[in-house]
């Protein structure tokens, strides 16, 4: 079983296969590597393909200090990935928790991207949100540590962004849920306390994605609903960025509707290595409706 270790002693288990240009995938609170096995199976017949399981993921290392768990050292660790395989410049795929990790990749490490994906990413984030989110959490991680992952998968797999997913695929669903009932209680809610709940709103950092020229593509799904005004935020912060929203899709698009995000994907990054991905054109922000501007 393979592991790597970060700079502040934490061994992540990861798996790659296939070989080629490197991308890298970031999974969100609910899930693990294994929730991108079908992203896995299709772009390792391309790509070198990487997924590892987060700090508090089991087989990866549960540290047992809250400040070992923070929005900062989620981004350290991706960047603890790439630079211990050899990865830079990689394509990175993050969901959810995984993507608000991506974004600050390229704030903070944009020479180790190629590429960003940001898919699922916003919540708590929109403006008057944030005490609600906060609260939320907090009454989540308690439950963890009251009940136990085993027990609360039930209960969180079930939220309203993802009732959709049961409703298209319940088998597909059902295997998440298994999933997620064997994490670990205690990493789970350190994860929740020391990551979800301290990291800045994506609004707080509009001047930093005002300069980030890293290509980045946003997706949402169109129920869910705590990501779509995050997701035009970014769209309309990143000058390197393109939005897809995916229709009648929650919050777990690569599992809800995997032929059509990794299609989406896919057009993407071929886009970036073929040097075709551009910057936004300044003149489609003038604040017109229909009037060009005069030359």
């Given at each position: 079983m393979p592991f790597l270790r970060t700079d502040d002693g934490v061994d992540l288990f990861y798996e790659e296969a296939g070989s080629g240009t490197p991308m890298v995938f970031v999974h969100e609170f609910a899930g693990d590597s294994r929730s991108w096995e079908m992203q896995m199976r299709f772009f390792s017949r391309r790509y070198r393909c990487v997924v590892f399981n987060a700090r508090g993921y089991p087989p990866s290392a549960v540290p047992n200090s809250a400040t070992s768990y923070s929005q900062d050292r989620a981004t350290d660790d991706i960047s603890a990935v790439i630079k211990g395989l050899n990865l830079a410049p990689a394509h990175v795929v993050g969901l959810s928790m995984g993507a608000f990790a991506t974004l600050h990749l390229g704030l903070r490490h944009p020479q180790l991207a190629r590429s960003l994906v940001a898919a699922g990413v916003g919540y708590g984030a929109a403006p008057g949100k944030r005490d609600q989110f906060r609260a939320e959490v907090d009454a989540t991680a308690a439950r963890i540590r009251a009940e136990g992952m085993d027990k609360m998968a039930d209960i969180y797999s079930r939220g309203p962004t993802r009732l959709v997913f049961?409703?298209?695929?319940?088998?597909?669903?059902?295997?998440?849920?298994?999933?997620?009932?064997?994490?670990?209680?205690?990493?789970?809610?350190?994860?929740?306390?020391?990551?979800?709940?301290?990291?800045?709103?994506?609004?707080?950092?509009?001047?930093?994605?005002?300069?980030?020229?890293?290509?980045?593509?946003?997706?949402?799904?169109?129920?869910?609903?705590?990501?779509?005004?995050?997701?035009?935020?970014?769209?309309?912060?990143?000058?390197?960025?393109?939005?897809?929203?995916?229709?009648?899709?929650?919050?777990?698009?690569?599992?809800?509707?995997?032929?059509?995000?990794?299609?989406?994907?896919?057009?993407?990054?071929?886009?970036?290595?073929?040097?075709?991905?551009?910057?936004?054109?300044?003149?489609?922000?003038?604040?017109?409706?229909?009037?060009?501007?005069?030359?």
């Open positions: 049961e409703e298209k695929d319940p088998r597909g669903f059902k295997e998440f849920q298994t999933q997620l009932a064997e994490h670990s209680t205690e990493g789970s809610a350190l994860t929740m306390q020391g990551v979800q709940r301290e990291r800045p709103s994506l609004f707080d950092l509009e001047a930093g994605f005002k300069q980030m020229k890293v290509p980045t593509l946003v997706i949402a799904g169109d129920e869910d609903e705590p990501t779509l005004e995050p997701s035009l935020f970014l769209k309309r912060s990143i000058m390197s960025s393109a939005l897809l929203v995916m229709p009648k899709c929650g919050h777990t698009m690569n599992l809800e509707d995997p032929d059509a995000f990794n299609r989406a994907v896919l057009d993407f990054v071929t886009q970036v290595d073929c040097g075709r991905w551009t910057q936004r054109i300044p003149e489609s922000l003038s604040g017109a409706i229909i009037s060009a501007k005069e030359k």
